[in-house]
């Protein structure tokens, strides 16, 4: 295993951490926890020292089930993370909710402490400041009280959103979601958190399922190694010096020998290097969408990112109905009332036809 150090801390963390949110759904719903557990003790055999769990993955039963496993390890032999925010706590918070949550985490894990707790899912800016201004005082203080080693956020903020958290040093490390399709805007993010000794961790590095169940479309990215598209995502992000954690989604312990062989005689690089040499490869990503949100203000109040990922999956093969309809819950009408003022393809990044795409969406609906 490939270890990397967590930002400007001590701690040797392996390059690929397992994301305990993909635990065998059969057996979740069956209640086999000890077979699930079984595939993180497999991770840890194998090298695999992070963890990420949260309230609410697999069903809520992800903390339980990591809990098993880990309470058969010694305690200084891997990291545990878990999450919280409003929405875990009902929408309002105060001390004795807040430790109740955290307690809950801690027993259901069976730990003393967590290494990162995470402020959870800060969706744009307005949310964070709402959430840091009633939760970080009782961070803080599990802090103090050594309940949590780590105080670290989460994150889905779009474009220099992101940055502007990471300015406020309140936090010593984030985890945020990176991966072959969207690394041209968050680039800034990750150098601004790396410059200021933050421990970066990514999340979604298959670009949430897109990346593995197109793999003729992303072949490229296996090109000249003996790796399969899905490992070689997975190197593609791992392979950032500046990221410190990817954080792959296991099931099986098939997965675990994925994620293991995707960081064997990982060669780091600064991320322009990488970038720049993924680029000459002639990728064919001109034409997707990134997320990056530049192109948010639509007058129309139109939430084009949304619009323009459902767009993705046309261009991929797959159908914008289902993306738009079950992944993103958004009326498929109201790409239709586009007033065809332009300023989001002025805006655009990737110089995308967002106009037409939305026209060509709008007459799907019916
Ligand atoms: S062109 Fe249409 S989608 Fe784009 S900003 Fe204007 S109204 Fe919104
Ligand atoms: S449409 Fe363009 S600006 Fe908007 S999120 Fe996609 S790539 Fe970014």
Redesign the pocket.
């Known amino acids: 295993m490939y270890y990397k150090k967590y930002g400007d801390t001590d701690m040797l963390v392996s390059a690929v951490g397992m994301g305990a949110m993909r635990y065998d759904e059969e057996d979740v719903k069956a209640g086999r926890f000890e077979k699930c557990a079984e595939v993180a003790l497999y991770a840890h055999e194998k090298g695999i020292n992070f963890f990420d769990s949260a309230p609410f993955y697999c069903d809520d039963k992800s903390e339980i089930i990591t809990g098993i496993a880990l309470s058969q390890l010694p305690r200084d032999s891997y990291y545990i993370s878990s999450k919280m925010n409003l929405g875990t706590v009902g929408g309002k918070c105060d001390a004795d909710d807040f430790k109740r949550r955290l307690e809950n985490s801690l027993t259901r894990l069976k730990v003393d402490y967590l290494d990162f707790y995470y402020l959870w899912c800060m969706l744009d800016l307005e949310s964070y400041k709402k959430q840091y201004d009633i939760l970080y005082k009782y961070f803080e203080q599990a802090k103090k009280d050594g309940l949590i080693k780590n105080i670290t956020f989460s994150s889905h903020m779009q474009g220099n959103d992101l940055e502007k958290v990471i300015e406020t040093d309140a936090f010593k490390g984030m985890l945020i979601g990176y991966n072959a399709l969207n690394y041209r805007f968050r680039q800034a993010g990750i150098t601004a958190a790396h410059n200021r000794g933050m421990g970066i961790v990514v999340m979604n590095p298959l670009g949430g399922g897109l990346i593995p169940s197109n793999q003729k479309t992303f072949s490229y990215l296996a090109e000249g190694t003996d790796l399969t598209v899905p490992q070689a995502a997975l190197r593609f992000v791992a392979s950032h010096k500046e990221i410190t954690v990817t954080l792959a989604g296991i099931t099986t312990k098939q997965h675990v020998d994925d994620a293991v062989k995707s960081v064997e005689n990982l060669v780091e690089k600064p991320a322009k290097e990488i970038c720049a040499e993924f680029e000459s490869k002639g990728v064919a990503l001109n034409n997707l969408c990134t997320g990056c949100a530049y192109?948010k203000g639509?007058?129309?109040d139109?939430d084009?990112p949304k619009f323009m990922d459902a767009y993705n999956e046309k261009l991929l093969g797959n159908s914008i109905e289902n993306r738009i309809k079950w992944h993103w819950g958004i009326p498929m009408e109201k790409a239709a009332e586009?007033?065809?003022?332009?300023?989001?393809?002025t805006l655009c990044t990737q110089h995308l036809n967002?106009?037409d795409r939305?026209d060509e969406i709008a007459l799907l609906r019916g």
């Open positions: 192109c639509c007058p129309a139109i084009i586009c007033i065809k003022c332009g300023q989001c393809e967002i106009m939305l």
